[in-house]
């Protein structure tokens, strides 16, 4: 079934436009409650957690939610601004139904989304999202008043999760001696990243931690590491911390103000499981750098490529029986820790390498050389059929010929505006240049030609 609504991701869009509009996230708390009290055993009624990021339409969003399973005659827990591992979690430490996150992840503070967990804090999956768009196409209802489901707050959500991140770190290690920058993007981690890193014995300089509603991974997080570079510099500190608006994200920087990304991360905690000989392969994206594939082979691990997104990366690393994978955008699930991409726990896990090494993050992370990539996105009208255009695919051979076994090339629709990525990595920068350029002109030669 084609999905209307639900994206990778759950459903994401500006706010007060379609589908993120008061009325519709009514009708989709309804039909989720719908779907859940189907799911029901014997006379249980069925209980959801919903947890939000700090936007402002985010109060807005959680009370249409709250309506909407209320009439369906579905209990809410409530725990407010939390990060969606957070809410992940809790989902299956309070046994409940299901989880729902209010949250556009590293977007701006003018969008807004809603993405769901099922009771074992995982994805929810795909036959459960299509019974919901199936839902969404009959007509809103309410139960009787006696069978209408309550709300309650949960007031401990932050401490639980505190404690649960913490119990991912190694019980023979602590962060004592060293000077962590936590960027909190604004965003939904801010009351509670902090005090993970500074329990567990680090000196914490929390910044981007007062959210207003609006400031929400403006200038400052995992998508905009000037930020987290300057505080590094200002504080003198060893290492930084940077998450993203929810909490999922990740990336972290050296005491010299050095940025690592999701494959540079990735690799250090590969390396730690592979001196301890717990790890079989590591899950990765079209886009995740051929350097970190060729150097896991070099350690004997294995390596697979899922599409980009982490719902492809966690379905591929359940197939594969793997506990790591991620994206280089800083999404690292380690699924021996969490059942999805938390960017507090994988913090935790590269400062455990530091830790165990007695080495820092530069030394550690800088064993890995990453290829140049150069990324143009070409536009297209839409319905263009670029995989079926026989000049582009002639291009886009001679391409992969010119590199041969320097580099690698990707052609790649974006899901989410009417442009084609293309995508050029090789050992070396000038040529990935040329090489993305003139395969670039090709296609745009071809979309004017068609236009």
């Not at 000077?179 to 910044?207: K, N, Q, S, T, W």
């Amino acid at each position: 079934m084609s999905r209307k609504y639900f994206g990778t991701d759950g459903v994401r869009g500006r706010v007060g436009e379609a589908p993120i509009t008061p009325e519709f996230v009514l009708r989709l708390g309804f039909a989720a409650g719908e779907v859940l009290a189907r799911a029901r055993s014997g006379d249980e009624r069925p209980n959801v957690l919903i947890g939000k990021d700090t936007r402002i339409s985010g109060y807005m969003l959680e009370a249409a939610l709250e309506s909407g399973f209320s009439a369906a005659g579905v209990d809410v827990m409530l725990c407010g601004p939390m990060p969606t591992p957070a809410v992940a979690y809790l989902t299956r430490a309070l046994r409940l139904s299901a989880g729902i996150v209010i949250s556009a992840s590293h977007n701006p503070y003018p969008d807004n989304g809603i993405k769901f967990f099922s009771a074992d804090g995982g994805k929810l999956p795909d036959a459960v999202e299509e019974a919901i768009e199936a839902a969404l196409e009959r007509p809103l209802a309410c139960r009787g008043a006696a069978d209408l489901g309550k709300a309650f707050r949960v007031d401990d959500a932050g401490g639980r999760y505190i404690e649960f991140c913490k119990s991912t770190y190694p019980n023979s290690l602590d962060l004592r001696g060293l000077r962590i920058v936590v960027d909190c993007a604004h965003g939904a981690g801010y009351h509670v990243a902090p005090h993970v890193f500074h329990e567990l014995g680090a000196d914490v300089v929390a910044v981007a931690d007062e959210p207003d509603g609006f400031n929400i991974n403006d200038k400052v997080g995992a998508t905009h590491p000037e930020s987290l570079v300057a505080a590094v510099r200002q504080h003198r500190a060893d290492v930084g911390v940077a998450l993203d608006g929810d909490g999922d994200r990740l990336l972290m920087a050296d005491g010299s103000g050095a940025t690592y990304d999701g494959d540079q991360l990735l690799y250090v905690i590969a390396c730690r499981r592979a001196r301890a000989r717990r790890i079989a392969g590591v899950v990765g994206t079209l886009m995740t750098n051929l350097a970190l594939e060729r150097a896991l082979g070099a350690l004997g691990i294995g390596f697979a490529r899922a599409k980009v997104g982490d719902r492809y990366v966690l379905e591929l690393m359940h197939e594969r029986a793997w506990d790591l994978g991620g994206e280089n955008s800083g999404h690292i699930i380690c699924l021996d820790r969490h059942t999805t991409g938390d960017g507090i726990v994988s913090a935790l896990q590269v400062l455990a390498a530091i830790r165990e090494e007695g080495k820092d993050l530069a030394e550690l992370a800088g064993r890995l050389r990453l290829f140049p990539q150069k990324l143009v996105n070409v536009r297209i009208a839409r319905g263009f059929d670029w995989q079926r255009n026989a000049r582009i695919e002639h291009a886009r051979v001679a391409a992969e010929q010119r590199l041969g076994e320097r580099g690698r090339v990707l052609l790649r629709a974006s899901g989410t505006e009417p442009v084609l990525r293309v995508m050029v990595e090789g050992e070396e920068e000038a040529e990935v240049v040329a090489v993305a350029g003139e395969l670039a002109a090709s296609v745009e030669q071809e979309v004017a030609a068609a236009a």
